[in-house]
């Protein structure tokens, strides 16, 4: 029994990768920290709301600079289905089932919060050879673009949820330059174009020069000040497409690092924070069933609807990507971003986010060791139909013998 337990442990990464399970430590620090300081006056400062906008910043420009750009050309027409279509049909399906069991229209937002899937949890996935190379690089390419969708949608459909609840005015959220589409989309353009022709710039000049030390940490910092002040610019008037964007085309070596450490300290200093809200209150019922609608619309969009959009993927394939909702940094920090103006937010989105990747980490075990009848169907449909083996079997179609 010990040493059974012991492997149980030991094989824990496997189904949540270390930052996830760092995150969830620091969710429990933050708690304990947050039962002996009162946290409601950092909530309302507005430098929380800078902080919280910047972490978001952050983690949009990460999912955006990670995407395999050659992946994503295999399954566009997938990939646009799945962050338009399906990122709009996941948080209807969502927000209606939390408006419908709870009758408050302010949870409309809620749905949007959760629609999309973390990349950074992801990449724990896609490592461990249970989905066709094909579906690793579509559920991706899905979890990359999706994000900046549900930031877009919250940060616009804020103001009618806000509304619709009884307040007057606009949420914080929806204030500044982004606050009217038109004009967000604008300002998002000019951000856009500013930072991409700083960065061409900057290339140009950088390769009349010597290719010694001296100048490529001059072009590693002036690198990472360029990207850090898009950030701070972003985050001040909260203009997420330009750095979604820009996390396409500003791309470098000298980038990889220090993008990797920014996005992995953000996901991290939002699950702290999110713990010293958590510590003034939990909504464990809406937060539940905000999480399985989470769950299962992710499971309705990949099982009913990409399947039009994407042909030819294995039935194995198609399990794994209806399983794949997992949340994380962007649920988490808009939540944040949204507790001024919508208060419990957090209080309702931290159990939704525990909730998801708890089923997430279930079905993912049960699928790396099914039930022994399980196992023992499969093995009777192999041999009487001379099936080829799923992505899900631990032996590659190289290792079998050939008939």
Known sequence: MGTSLRTRLRRLPEVFPGIVLGAAGLLVVGVLAGLAVDVSALVRSDGYALGAALLLAVGLYGSTYSIDLRALRADLPGVVAAVTLGVVLKAGLIAGTM??????????VL??????????????????????????SLLTAWASFDDPMTVLLTIYLAGYAYTAAGHEGAPGISRGAGGDYATGLLFNAALLAAVVLSWWAGRRAVSRLPDVSAVRRTKAGGAVLLVGTMLVLAALNQLMLGVALAG?????????????????????????????????????????????AAFAAQAVVALGVLPLFVRGLERGDRIALGLGQQNGITAVLI??????????????????????????????????RPPSRWRARGRRELSTDAERHSPYDRQTEDEQPVA
Do not use: C
Not at 99 to 105: E, G, I, K, M, T
Not at 111 to 136: C, E
Not at 335 to 341: N, P, W, Y
Not at 344 to 356: L, M, S
């Open 248 to 292: 396409l085309v500003l791309r470098a070596a000298v980038l990889d690092k220090a993008v990797g450490r920014a996005v992995g300290g953000a996901f991290l200093a939002a699950f702290l924070t999110l713990g010293l809200l958590l510590a003034h209150g939990v909504a464990l019922w809406p937060g539940f069933v905000l999480g399985v």
């Open 99 to 108: 408006v419908l069991v709870f009758r408050r229209p302010e949870y409309l």
């Open 111 to 136: 749905g949007i919060a959760v629609a999309q899937i973390d990349p950074l949890s992801v990449a724990a996935l896609t490592g461990k050879g249970r989905m066709s190379p094909r579906a690793r």
């Open 335 to 368: 939540a944040l971003t949204l507790e001024r103006d919508f208060p419990g937010t957090a209080a309702t989105v931290g159990p939704a986010v525990i909730t998801v990747n708890l089923l997430h980490g279930t079905s993912q075990a049960l699928l790396a």
